[in-house]
Every structure is written in structure tokens, then in C-alpha cells.
């Protein structure tokens, strides 16, 4: 599904990630980990298509397709998601709205025929039951200032409908509390499928508590230094980072 070779990128001007190599096929869940500043919300943001990064080097295929070449909208009408692409706050915007357009856009790009209101209704409370997401949270403009746990529910529930392929979530190291990361976890045990796959980007060792990845990879200095299986995100959660900073470093 998603194959990443040698991936290097910089940000005005100075090197992030320094050869990445990551291999995702459909039905799997990619923890993505490491300590602050090694490079994960770069290589979220990277897949993402975000302009203030330069891929330097290296390649990255989606489903046969050069990702790399794709607008970021494209990215996501292929079927990528990434949560930070869909905001959660639109002045003046509801969520149903948006997200209905958002929805409509992935499907005609799939060759669906769009969804009309009332389909769109049954769909939403189907997948609002399911990510157990409270219809008032919806019905409110997103400018009313979501707190951190209703924003990762709005974000979870954003995915739910977009039955994207991959998803890429980067929970980033502050102000995810305990709810939220319940919220994340529920969301993505839920949703995984044998054809979807999900990289979760994470600092936290305790994420990993609920949501099982198959495969679990630290992040360092911009490159994969250490892949391995739940196990591994044990063994961090015990250790901690330091090891592993240890043991990359001396081989330098
Ligand atoms: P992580 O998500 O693993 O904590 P990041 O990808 O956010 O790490 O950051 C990796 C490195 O890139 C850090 O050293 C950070 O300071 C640097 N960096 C990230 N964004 C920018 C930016 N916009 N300008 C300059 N440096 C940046
Ligand atoms: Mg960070
Ligand atoms: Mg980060």
C-alpha cells in the first residue's frame, strides 16, 4: 500500500529526515515513535504535502502512485487521511456541512454517485454510533472552540467517513489527556479493516496500551533506528529512549 524509500527532507534548508524507509500493506497499524524533535510530525507532515517541507531525496508510493507528485487534496481524494488536513475549526461552518463536501469530493473522485442529505444523515449516525461520537458536538459552527478530547472525536469521526485507506495520525506530544487517547484508540481499533492500514505517530508509550500496532518503529535523527512488534513499545515504555539514543549514537 504505502512503500517509503530513502526519504529525506529538509526545512529551510536543514535536513529532518535523513533516509526513511517504511513499508505499510493493507490491514496493518504502524506506531511511529521517538522522542521529541526526531523528525515524526515532519514525516506526518511530509505525506501530508505540506508545503514548508522539501523532499530531498528518496520516493514514496501510494498504491502504485507517486505520492509525492500529488496535491495534497489529491492525496486525500486517493484515499490518504491525515486528521490535520481536515480542520476542525471553520468560522461559520458546521462539520456536517463541511465534512459532507469533504465526503462528496472522495467520492466522485472514486466514481461514486454523491450522497444526498438523507443518506448522508443514515451514514453519519451509523459511523457517529460507532465512534461513539455525540450528535450535538456536530450540530455545533467549529468556531465554538472544541476542547482537546472534542477535536480528536471530531477528527476520529471525520475519518469514520471518509473510509480513507490510509490513515495517518499524529497525535502530537501535548494536550492529548486520557479521554483523548482513549477516543484515538477506540477509533482506530474499530475502523481497522483487512484493507485499510493506519500509521500512528506518537511520543506517548501509553497510546500504545490501547491500540495494538502491529508494528511498532522509533524515530531518531530522522531515520527508523529500531523497528519491532508491541514488544518494542513495552520495552520503551519501561526504558524509556535513552537506550536506544545510546546505542544509535555510538554507532556513529
Ligand atoms: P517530533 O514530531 O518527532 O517531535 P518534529 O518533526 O516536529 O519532531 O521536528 C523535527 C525537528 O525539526 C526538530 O529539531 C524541530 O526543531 C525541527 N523543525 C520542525 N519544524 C520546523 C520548522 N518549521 N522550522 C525549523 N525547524 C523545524
Ligand atoms: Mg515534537
Ligand atoms: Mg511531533
Known amino acids: 500500500m504505502l512503500s517509503i524509500k530513502n526519504l529525506h527532507a529538509s526545512i529551510e534548508g536543514t535536513p529532518i529526515l535523513r533516509g526513511i524507509n517504511l513499508e ?3 490491514g496493518e497499524v504502524h506506531a511511529i515513535m521517538g522522542p521529541n524533535g526526531s523528525g515524526k510530525s515532519t514525516l506526518a507532515s511530509v505525506l501530508a504535502g505540506r508545503e514548508e517541507y522539501e523532499v530531498t531525496d528518496g520516493s514514496v508510493d501510494f498504491l502504485g502512485k507517486d505520492l509525492l507528485d500529488l496535491a495534497p487534496e489529491d492525496r486525500a481524494r486517493e484515499g490518504v487521511f491525515l ?4 480542520p476542525v475549526e471553520i468560522p461559520g461552518v458546521s462539520s456536517t456541512n463541511f465534512l459532507r463536501t469533504a465526503v462528496n469530493q472522495v467520492r466522485e473522485y472514486r466514481g461514486l454517485e454523491p450522497l444526498d ?3 448522508f444523515l443514515s451514514e453519519m449516525k451509523e459511523k457517529m454510533k460507532l465512534v461513539e461520537i455525540d450528535q450535538k458536538l456536530l450540530s455545533r459552527a467549529l468556531n465554538e472552540g472544541f476542547s482537546g478530547g472534542e477535536k480528536k472525536r471530531n477528527e476520529i469521526f471525520q475519518m469514520a467517513m471518509l ?3 490510509l490513515s495517518i495520525l499524529d497525535e502530537t506530544d501535548s494536550g492529548l489527556d486520557i479521554d483523548a487517547l482513549r477516543v484515538v484508540s477506540n477509533g482506530v481499533n474499530k475502523l481497522k479493516s483487512n484493507e485499510n492500514a493506519t500509521i500512528v505517530v506518537t ?3 501509553r497510546l500504545l496500551d490501547y491500540i495494538v500496532p502491529d508494528y511498532v518503529h522509533v524515530l531518531y535523527k530522522g531515520r527508523i533506528v529500531k523497528s519491532g512488534t508491541k514488544e518494542l513499545a513495552l520495552e520503551l515504555e519501561e526504558k524509556g529512549y535513552d537506550w536506544i539514543k545510546e546505542e544509535v549514537d555510538a554507532a556513529v
Open 83 to 86: 486528521a490535520f488536513q481536515y
Open 203 to 205: 511520543h506517548y508509550q
Open 117 to 119: 442529505a438523507v443518506k
Open 163 to 165: 473510509e480513507p485507506k
Open 24 to 26: 505499510v500493506k493493507p
